[in-house]
């Protein structure tokens, strides 16, 4: 780096450090600009100042700490101001209401008190919900209290050094291209922090919001039995209460919680990655649920949005994959009479389609993200395989980790109740479908160029046959439908039902792969053996899908 670009960055810096009301990320800026001053490496200070977070359609999204790289209280000062601005200019009356919810993570609630006071500052009244609470009772209160948008301070299963900014508006579903544009054109437009008005600290909710959701929830299971041993772990995130009491509400005795993850903890001490889908995440609450011969685990990611479980089996507790349980809850809605559009993304099983399809109820695929899946019209469930379930659209019009869970627990009581398991209504619904099994390959890599060119490697040169099964039609997702706006992607239908979607992560640099396989199950002889025998093939299948796709995209 020359002379006149570190000039030019510290300059940035100072700048920058002169604005920031945090003491903490001003300090460390300024720490930082003397140690380059004092002829030190200049990388540290680049990365923060190498572009801005940018705004889309998840929010904001970053590494906590100083410059426009990262989440911060100017960052999310700005955000606000450009949220305000785009409210306004939209036809939101003054006096309007935004309602702010935060979890548990570092300066959540710091930011969560900027946002406040930037919209009534603007001429909003600003709500705050009363603690750190699940992301659905924000998608709830948007709705119940009427308001043009809703923020939730939040970066739900990323690391701890990370944090979060989510937007939704009065729909109660988060926001989609344009919004996003038109919202970071006005971030973008803000000019110094000095002139962003700032009003009152706005109106803190007291705790009958968050009653009135966890009664709402509660309300959602019927009369059935309530005979289920639980294990239960919120991962160190803002779910615990909330899920003890929809359980004990609506008739379950009081989960056995993993109380080393029990307290809401922004450092998330017991995990490498507080995600419920990341390997040993669930450890704790399956050994729990072994020492005690549990009926069920089940786990919520730390904001509560995403609802995860484990079964046990022949060869201990096994974690249910999210195509899973969303068969599982689609299951128990369809058999209470739930109608309406049964819907999922490309991405996940199409086992739904085949479910929906018999029960006489409409099915829908989106791109992935409950942005797309929560604006579906009529909707009466959706799902997204990274174990996101809308079961209750009517009220939250997002993923709901607390709902999702109650009826998961719901269904094994009543098939409890019968002699029966999750695991047998699962084979159940492999008898009459077929076995649908999916899986996912993720390539990890260290420039993001690589993923271009593996797409385009695809694209010039698409495969005729993967794991032995022929390509029978290719769709390239970039160029749109009219089901589907673009994106970048590739469909790949193969004989027999199979299926394999190619596309780049939206938040890190990896190329995802998912990949389905439909085995259907022969009804002669044990039907227990029958679909453990299709278990097997599927496996095979799914190795050499996995194989043959990674060569292809050269990757």
Not at 142 to 150: H, P, T
Not at 367 to 392: H, M, N, P, Q, S
Not at 501 to 515: D, M
Request: with cysteine; proline share 6%; net charge negative.
């Amino acid at each position: 780096m020359t002379t006149p670009e570190v000039d030019q960055l510290l300059s940035r810096a100072r700048a920058w450090a002169s604005e920031d009301p945090d003491e903490r990320t001003r300090a460390d800026l300024e720490a930082l600009v003397r140690d380059v001053e004092a002829g030190g490496d200049a990388a540290s200070l680049a990365d923060a100042f190498r572009g801005t977070l940018e705004f889309g359609t998840a929010g904001l999204r970053g590494a906590l700490g100083p410059g426009p790289n990262r989440m911060n209280r100017v960052v999310v000062l700005r955000a606000a101001a450009g949220l305000a601005a785009y409210l306004r200019d939209t036809g939101a009356r003054p006096g309007s209401a935004v309602v702010i919810g935060y979890d548990a993570r570092h300066n959540s609630d710091v930011f969560a008190r900027d946002t406040a006071e930037v919209m009534t500052g603007a001429g909003f009244t600003a709500h705050l919900l009363p603690r750190p609470l699940p992301t659905p009772l924000l998608a709830f209160a948007i709705r119940e209290l009427g308001c043009v948008a809703g923020v939730m301070v939040t970066a739900s299963h990323n690391p701890p050094q990370d944090n979060g900014y989510k937007v939704y508006l009065g729909d109660g579903s988060q926001i989609v291209a344009p919004a996003d544009r038109e919202i970071a054109a006005r971030i973008d437009a803000v000019g110094p922090l000095s002139s962003v008005p700032r009003g009152a600290p706005g109106h803190v909710l007291d705790e009958t919001i968050v009653d009135r959701y966890l009664d709402v929830v509660a309300g959602l299971a019927g009369d059935g039995p309530r005979d289920l041993d639980i294990v239960y772990t919120p991962l160190h995130g803002v779910g615990g209460a909330s899920v003890v009491q929809v359980l004990e509400t609506a008739g379950f005795s009081t989960p056995r919680v993993v109380a080393e993850q029990e307290q809401p903890d922004p450092d998330f001490p017991t995990v490498a990655f507080p995600n419920p889908e990341e390997p040993g995440a669930m450890d704790l609450a399956m050994a729990l649920a072994a020492a005690h011969g549990a009926d069920l685990v089940v786990a919520n990611d730390p904001d509560a949005d995403r609802c995860a479980a484990a079964v046990p089996g022949p060869h201990g507790w096994r974690m249910l994959r999210g195509d899973e349980v969303g068969a599982l809850l689609a299951h128990a809605l369809l058999a209470r009479g739930a109608e309406g559009v049964y819907a999922t993304t490309i991405v996940s099983s199409t086992l739904l389609s085949k479910m929906a399809a018999a029960a006489g109820q409409p099915y829908a695929e989106t791109l992935t993200g409950f942005k797309w899946i929560g604006r579906v019209e009529g909707l009466a469930f959706g799902y997204e395989e990274a174990l996101g379930y809308c079961v209750d659209p009517e009220h939250v019009r997002d993923k709901d980790g607390v709902s999702a869970l109650l009826l998961l627990c719901e269904l094994a009581a009543s098939l409890k109740a019968e002699g029966r398991t999750l695991t047998d209504l699962l084979d159940d619904l492999a008898r009459s479908h077929g076995l649908h099994a999916t899986d996912q390959l993720s390539v990890r890599v260290t420039d993001v160029a690589e993923i271009a060119a593996a797409m385009a490697r695809l694209r010039s040169v698409p495969p005729t046959t993967l794991g032995g099964l022929a390509v029978e039609r290719v769709d390239d997702l970039e160029l749109g439908s009219a089901a589907l706006p673009p994106t970048d992607g590739l469909r790949y239908s193969l004989a027999g039902g199979a299926r394999v979607v190619v596309r780049p992560s939206g938040t890190e640099p990896k190329l995802k792969c998912y990949l389905e396989v439909v085995v259907p199950v022969e009804q002669s002889g044990s039907g227990t053996d029958a679909v453990d025998a299709a278990r097997i093939n599927a496996a095979g299948r799914l190795d050499a899908l996995r194989g043959d796709i990674r060569a292809a995209a050269g990757i």
